[in-house]
């Protein structure tokens, strides 16, 4: 079964504060995503990749860069953090973007 | 606009009841759709996925179905147990390839009383 992590599970940062959210995924999938989910709202994309150094601009990108480093690493980054990016973070990963698999979540609360 | 509605929003039932849950799409074109169980502050599990036209399909207690022509899915949950409460979310792949993107809906949120 495909094994995704997110680290850390819980955030705390202030207005400005800069954040890396990291996942990393054991099954050689080649496609990574990360989505934030907001009460009322369906999980929304931010953004994704197919590869490691390839970046893709999902549906919600304002605010938000993100790195694949590698196979098995993709990394959310927010350098000037805001209220409204309040929310719980998502990372998923697949092979072909037919089923996705996804991580427990990383709970973040900018102040 | 939302593209994924699900219904009821939330919904209590008792121990050994069962339960349906709605999902309506406009999504185009629709490849496949499947629903996920997600327990409070943990990540989503894949229920069961339908494909075809009219499909449907088991998984234990869970049963869906699917009506491609009317855009509507249901997820039948049948003597549902404590464990059952979660939010249930439907989501709908508008290709069956990494191409495609996943449009998901907001969730039923289902708890299960004694």
């Known amino acids: 079964e495909a094994a995704v992590t997110q680290s850390p599970r819980n955030k705390v940062t202030v207005t400005g504060g800069n954040v890396t959210l990291s996942c990393r995924q054991t099954?050689?999938?080649?496609?990574m995503y990360w989505y934030r989910q907001d009460t009322g709202h369906g999980l929304r994309l931010i953004h994704y990749?197919?590869?490691?150094?390839?970046?893709q601009i999902g549906d919600v990108p304002d605010g938000y860069k993100a790195t694949r480093t590698t196979q098995e690493d993709f990394f959310l980054l927010l350098e000037l953090a805001s209220p409204s990016q309040t929310s719980l973070y998502f990372c998923?990963?697949?092979?072909?973007?037919?089923?996705?698999?996804f991580g427990p979540g990383t709970r973040l609360t900018v102040l | 606009k939302t593209q994924v509605e699900q219904s009821p929003q939330s919904l209590v039932v008792r121990q050994g009841e069962n339960c349906v849950l709605q999902?309506?799409?406009?999504?185009?074109?629709?490849?496949?759709l499947r629903w996920f169980k997600q327990d409070t502050g943990k990540g989503l599990v894949s229920l069961t996925v339908?494909?075809?036209?009219?499909d449907k399909t088991s998984n234990g207690r869970y049963s869906a179905t699917l009506d491609k022509d009317a855009k509507h899915s249901t997820l039948h949950i049948t003597a549902t147990l404590l464990d059952d409460t979660a939010t249930y979310i439907c989501?709908?792949?508008?290709?069956?390839?990494?191409?495609?993107?996943?449009?998901f809906g907001a969730g039923t949120q289902l708890i299960v009383i004694p």
């Open positions: 999902c309506n799409y406009s999504v185009t074109p629709d490849n496949h």
């Open positions: 989501v709908v792949g508008d290709r069956g390839s990494a191409l495609g993107r996943l449009h």
């Open positions: 339908l494909v075809h036209e009219n």
């Open positions: 990749s197919y590869g490691a150094g390839n970046l």
């Open positions: 998923a990963s697949s092979v072909q973007g037919y089923e996705q698999y």
């Open positions: 099954n050689s999938h080649n496609y």
